[in-house]
């Protein structure tokens, strides 16, 4: 049997005019359904130059500064945003690497510095900088990292600190010193490459799962903090890439590169690690290519999210 609802617990619907989509019929709850609600502003349509330009360019006119941009994912998204005509500040430990890129492709709007991420007093100094010579920073990726595999009962103190140095507190110090920036202008974009390691276990890498799940909740609680301020907080979680350090493993498990690419594409059920569903290791760009769209205005309702670019092998456990 059905209880009619009485006047006083009845919804009610008032026209209201909504920015962007014109008068609106919105329900009204009377207590003790009503709750308060906090008033957003409508989003800006983008604006000409700043996103959604044809021809590629949705990324003219801002600048990004890219971590550990001197080979495999940190390159791959130095040309990823380059390429959709963001001016890029390339960072790594050894600038060599990044300036080997083909800079001139972009009409100099590739910068290469060096810089130690787990060096706190030397990144606020490369960001004051930047921000004073080439302009406020609209995009930051997080990209360096590093890997020390080892089971637990061999890993040592140094290990296990030097890996949540770069991967974990690299990622505070450049997080914290570009954010603080990006809400005080009321926009901006931050991205990190974390690992699908972070959700799953993974035998002979604790440390590096641990500080990659320590970056990607980081990136989360940092997303809340500064949503309202206009500033969105994204991770992109890679699986197997063919980068230097997906190689340094199969070297270290005394393989070569193609049996190594097998036992990851197959999978293995002794380390109870499933393969790739898709049948494809995956390249840089691959993951560059996600980066690009979380910080495009595309993506611009998208924060506090953690994308798995992984070919579905960790079947999003």
């Known amino acids: 049997m059905h209880r009619k609802s009485s006047p006083e ?77 963001a001016r890029v500040l390339a960072t790594d430990l050894a600038v060599e690497g990044v300036t080997t890129s083909p800079a001139g492709t972009y009409d100099g709007r590739l910068t290469a510095r060096t810089l130690d991420v787990t060096d706190a007093t030397a990144v606020e100094a490369l960001v004051a900088e930047t921000e004073n010579t080439l302009g406020p920073l609209d995009i930051t990726v997080n990209v360096a990292g590093i890997l020390r595999s080892s089971r637990v009962a061999e890993l040592t103190d140094e290990d296990w600190a030097a890996t949540f140095a770069v991967n974990t507190d690299g990622v505070f110090h450049v997080s914290r010193a570009v954010s603080r920036r990006m809400a005080e202008r009321g926009g901006g974009s931050i991205v990190t490459v974390a690992s699908n390691a972070a959700g799953i276990p993974r035998s002979g890498m604790a440390a590096y799962a641990a500080s990659k799940a320590a970056a990607v909740m980081f990136t989360k609680c940092l997303g809340l903090e500064v949503a309202g301020r206009g500033v969105r907080c994204n991770t992109v979680s890679p699986g197997s890439t063919l980068t230097d350090m997906q190689r340094a493993m199969w070297s270290a498990g005394g393989g070569d590169e193609e049996a190594g690419a097998r036992g990851v594409l197959e999978g293995d059920l002794a380390g109870f690690r499933t393969g790739i569903p898709l049948g494809r290791i995956a390249d840089p760009s691959d993951i560059a290519d996600a980066v690009a769209f979380l910080v495009s205005d595309r993506a611009r309702h998208i924060t506090m999210h953690d994308l798995y670019v992984d070919g579905g092998a960790t079947l999003r456990a």
């Open 9 to 85: 617990q009845r919804p009610t619907r008032t026209q209201t005019e909504i920015p962007g989509h014109g008068a609106q019929f919105v329900p009204s709850l009377p207590p003790p359904y009503a709750s308060p609600v906090r008033r957003v502003p409508a989003p800006a349509p983008p604006s000409h130059g700043r996103g959604q330009v044809s021809g590629g360019q949705e990324l003219t006119g801002r600048l990004a500064l890219v971590t550990g941009a001197g080979r495999g994912i940190g390159e791959a998204v130095v040309h990823a945003l380059a390429g959709q005509g």
